[in-house]
T-cell receptor, first 115, second 118 residues
């Protein structure tokens, strides 16, 4: 069984500040890990994903995340927040095989960016 | 061109009615999904179809019936609507398919259909 926990349902940062959104996962098999972003009244779009290989993955809009197996974490970071980053962010996990895209999502973290 | 499109975007209806949501993708993907997002933004898979065949059918009331006339379309029909059905329903697609060794796990989502049951 797999699950995802996102710490903090709401994170607020100032423009230009570091963004850190936390995600911990549980998986009995090697996981695929994802971060999706949802802007208001829109569908989700993929920010980045970890499958195999390099544990630090870079995504769109300057975001990156690091897979840490020992900590079962996949935290999302961005060095400098921009107003346009304000959105809901979802961490998700799936098994590498057999899940047919059955992503298990966390409950989301709403990111607010103050001027 | 919108990759995954859903209609209608908004749907307001009375309890007990039957309604449908349509979804179409022009990405050439083999697999399509329906996800439900509740008022707390929690996303949960309902169904997935691979090349018109039902693959995932989570614990969803049988009032919900998906239909896939071809691999580019996946519709959702809901009978006897209840207040608890109010949510945003997202259609998604991916290029992953049964037996394919390369599994991307990447989903492309539509903009959602907000259903309000009064």
């Amino acid at each position: 069984a797999q699950s995802v926990t996102q710490l903090g349902s709401h994170v607020s940062v100032s423009e230009g500040a570091l963004v850190l959104l936390r995600c911990n996962y549980s998986s009995s098999v090697p996981p695929y890990l994802f971060w999706y972003v949802q802007y208001p009244n829109q569908g989700l779009q993929l920010l980045l994903k970890y499958t195999t290989g390099a544990t630090l993955v870079k995504g769109i809009n300057g975001f990156e995340a690091e897979f840490k197996k020992s900590e079962t974490s996949f935290h999302l970071t961005k060095p400098s927040a921009h107003m346009s980053d304000a959105a809901e962010y979802f961490c998700a996990v799936s098994a590498r095989r057999g899940s047919q895209g059955n992503l298990i999502f966390g409950k989301g973290t709403k990111l607010s960016v103050k001027p | 061109d919108t990759a995954v499109s859903q209609t209608p975007k908004y749907l307001v209806t009375q309890m007990g009615n039957d309604k449908s949501i349509k979804c179409e993708q022009n990405l050439g993907h083999d697999t399509m999904y329906w996800y439900k997002q509740d008022s707390k933004k929690f996303l949960k898979i309902m169904f997935s179809y691979n090349n018109k065949e039902l693959i995932i059918n989570e614990t969803v009331p049988n009032r919900f019936s998906p239909k896939s006339p071809d691999k580019a379309h996946l519709n959702l029909h809901i009978n006897s609507l209840e207040l608890g059905d109010s949510a945003v329903y997202f259609c998604a697609s991916s290029q992953d398919r049964i037996g394919r060794l390369l599994y991307t796990g990447e989903l492309f989502f539509g903009e959602g259909s907000r259903l309000t049951v009064l």
